[in-house]
């Protein structure tokens, strides 16, 4: 199990191995905020809890505006591991379907590769739809695509546990938690409709 490294002000950072976390607490450079109260590392003389959530007692300074390139891990993560087009999960898809990132204009045709004009397609639409447009494959899009925030960015393929959850809640709200917890993908229910697929 890996362990919720918060900065000094409470910002999450990363998650660490449990490992790293405690040197970080034996060096002080941690304090630990959030405990297994099963597991514990020991040594002859000690025991030491197991750490689910550390805060860094110097605070580190994290630059705040940077972009983050397309990867088709961080575009599964922001279309919920569902293709965009016919809306399956990647769990519902056949035997040797798979999942794609599909270039709404496509490249030939001017398309780029930004946030906007990517979408997460299974390899059956994404064949259909070819050299196409959407409207012209016989395709609609329900959610226009758009760049994920900085947190769901960090936060996209992280696997975190209740408690760690509520720590990004306190700091970055109530909206990146469920995205956080894996209940529901960037798309559902928080994009804007389009008309143009």
Known sequence: MSCLA????????????????????????????EEDSV?????????????????????????????????NTFLFARDGYACQYCHRHKRDLRRREFLTRDHILPISRGGGNSWENVVTACSTC???????????????????????????????????TPIQAKYIRMFFGEDAVPFV??????????LAAVGTG
């Open 126 to 160: 994404n064949h259909r739809k070819g050299n196409h447009l959407p409207r012209e494959a016989g395709l609609r899009l329900d959610v226009r695509p758009v760049e994920p925030n900085h947190v769901q960015l960090v936060w996209a393929v992280r696997k975190v």
């Open 39 to 71: 597991r514990a590392y020991r040594s002859v003389r000690a025991r030491y809890p197991f750490p689910l959530v550390i805060r860094l007692v110097r605070y580190v300074h994290v630059p705040r505006r940077f972009r983050r390139q397309v990867t």
């Open 181 to 190: 917890q894996g209940e529901t993908g960037l798309a559902a229910g928080r």
């Open 6 to 33: 918060l900065n000094a002000s409470y910002e999450p950072l990363m998650i660490v191995p449990s490992r790293r976390a405690i040197r970080l607490v034996l060096d002080r450079k941690a304090e630990v905020l």
